[in-house]
């Protein structure tokens, strides 16, 4: 059995989802890293120096992290599903361009924005702000674009890059970036969290509190 460590509303929800989309058995478990007594932070911190999830651990316990390694993982395990299009294909190099997409531009982007350090006077709020909101724009427009005439990021098939849009996605409300100027992005989280899969995983996780 796959365990599964992740944290509610982080990025780990993505392996959750690819999780249950894959119909492989496994078990989620909830980790809180910054309570620094629990014991289960204290196993997780001990499986990834990082002390970041998701934290995957295999049947022989194998450790995987990084949610661009550990969603392909799963998403291999079970190829009739094409959670991703077969591997040493061109379509996987191009699934693996908008996985990274994902993992290294628009995730990092919108958390940068969430947590952003502004400088003290009023003027260099004002810069920073126009900033970040410049980078965060031209990332959305990327995802608005390619969702004009596609229902999912690879076009028709649901993948796992999905599942890990949607939840960067959700950061928008913590970091109070207005999706109304994305009317193909809004659509598309729509469809994704109608999807049975993806109810099953909220209503197990629990509401999340930004």
Not at 3 to 30: K, M, P, Q, W
Request: charged share 30%.
């Amino acid at each position: 059995m796959i365990t599964l460590y992740y944290h509610r509303g982080a990025c780990s929800t993505s392996n959750h989802f690819a999780l249950e989309e894959a119909g492989v058995d496994y078990r989620a478990i909830e980790v809180h890293l910054d309570r620094l007594d629990d014991p289960i932070a204290t196993r997780v911190r001990e499986l990834n120096p990082m002390a970041m999830t998701p934290v995957l651990v295999l049947e022989d316990g194998t450790v995987l992290t990084q949610n661009a390694a550990t969603l392909a993982y799963i998403a291999d395990l079970v190829p009739e599903k094409n959670l991703l299009p077969a591997r040493n294909t061109v379509e996987r190099a191009q699934a693996e361009s908008w996985l990274s997409f994902v993992a290294s531009d628009l995730h990092p982007t919108i958390i940068e924005y969430i947590y952003k350090a502004l400088p003290a006077t009023e003027e260099e709020k004002e810069k920073a702000k126009a900033f970040y909101d410049k980078r965060v724009a031209r990332r959305l427009k990327v995802l608005e674009d390619r969702l004009e005439q596609r229902d999912y990021v690879l076009g028709d098939q649901y993948s796992v890059i999905d599942g890990y849009a949607l939840v960067v996605l959700n950061w928008s409300v913590p970091a109070e970036v207005s999706l109304d100027p994305y009317p193909n992005i809004r659509a598309y989280m729509e469809r994704l969290e109608a999807r049975p899969v993806i109810r099953r995983v909220r209503d197990a996780e629990g509401q999340i509190s930004w």
